[in-house]
């Protein structure tokens, strides 16, 4: 309860000022193109807090069905609808209301069709099994109490041969002069992985094909912070 709050207190000042923690430290210019920016509309940009770009890093075809966990305003949704094409959806999730009505008014001036936003906690997906072809999260399993438990739900819902794709913070103990994330980040104070526990955990639920795909910096507020972006693949039994 501690993080949807948090959020929405965030949410208000952000909508008032439209502007992230991330907006202004160059993390966007370095995650997303040019190319990419270009095709979305600028509040959609100044409110994204994204600390990798999940869009990547997976193969989308025409036609998917994609799920983007913790969307906010929908980057990353918006981006994804306009792979997938008329016949795909995208849908994202997100428990801050405030933050789903926000990206549904932008969802309406882009006139995306093929794209939809609920309000709703990610650990209980509302969503049948094995219907999704890619399940997207970027910067938002930090967030959760246990971010390992959301695993098997993801796992749930993704079809045989299907992709997860994950961006978020990651605990770099070597680096002794990095800041605790949670000093620089204070939505996301629950845990934190390391990268070898995105690995297990994820092995863990049953996923295969398992690969890094980035280890970043991101700089927010005053700090910075390491990222990572990792996916892996539902097996084909
Ligand atoms: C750092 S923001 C990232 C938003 C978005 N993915 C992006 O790249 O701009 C984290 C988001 O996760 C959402 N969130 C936190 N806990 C959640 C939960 N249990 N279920 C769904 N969304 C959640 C927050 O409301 C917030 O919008």
Redesign the pocket.
Known sequence: MR??QL?EDFVEISLETCT?PSAGTGNLARIYTFEQLKSINGNVIS????SGNPTNFVNFHQGDFVV??????G??CFLASKIVGPNGFVLG????SQ?INFAHSEMKKMNAKNLYFIN????LLPIKSEIVDVVM????LS??PQPESIFPEIFRVLKQGASVCISDMILNSSDQNEKKPSLIWP??VANIFDADLYISSLKKAGFCEISIHELGTIQINQGRIQSITISGKKPIQ
């Open positions: 993080i949807k959020y992230s409110m994204a807090m994204g983007d966990i913790g969307c906010g305003i980057m990353d999730i997100d428990i801050t933050i709703g906690d990610m650990q999260g970027n910067f938002s967030c959760l939505f996301s």
